[in-house]
């Protein structure tokens, strides 16, 4: 295992000395910091692979895979993301939603976007 | 009773919309969601009525909205995005 991190720590090296940044929704993941993945990430359920292997040989494994070529010219990783089903709750007022864009006030969030890759 | 202004309407079927769009996006994941469904029918029960009443007072808002009748109305203007008579 101790292996497998200090390959995490040398692929996050190489990703970040290309530029390379990787974007995590469920949290800011810092290659620096931890080798343990983001902790909202492991609270939802995930499905169980037929796959002999932990979450984090897993990741080691996405890092070490090619990313994504993108149109811009840049690279980046590809995101996977696992979120929960959205339930019927309260709506808002039908005036209210026009306003903000959607009715369901859940959905309803800030948008902090940042370019994907740099330029 | 006074028959509600043209832009009230034209809001109120545009809001309608709007929350028909959203609703139907829930509905797409959530089929048998009864609260979902009945949100809906009740925004397309008023975007129903208010279309009629848009025109019944202020002529068509298509040209669906023909009325059988002798005269082509959809060009008698203001079309529907001419917001304010000039």
Known sequence: MEYKKNNMYQMADQYKKNGWRRVD?????????TAELPSAATEVEVPQLEVDMTVEERAVEMLSE???????GYCIT????????????????????????????????PFLGEEACEE | ?????????????????????????????HPSDQKALEHYRKYAELRKNAHMEFVENYGPLGHEDYDGGDRWKWVDGPWPWQMKED
């Open chain 1, 25 to 33: 929704i469920a949290n800011d993941f810092n290659y620096e910091q």
């Open chain 1, 66 to 72: 090619e990313p994504g070529e993108m149109e811009c």
């Open chain 2, 1 to 29: 009773m006074n028959a509600n202004s043209r832009d009230v309407l034209l809001r109120r079927i545009q809001v309608c919309d709007f929350v028909l769009s959203d609703t139907s996006l829930y509905l797409n994941i």
């Open chain 1, 78 to 109: 590809p995101a996977m993301s696992y979120t929960p089903m959205q339930k019927w709750n309260s709506t808002y007022e039908p005036e209210i939603g026009f306003t903000r864009g959607t009715i369901f006030p859940e959905l309803d969030l």
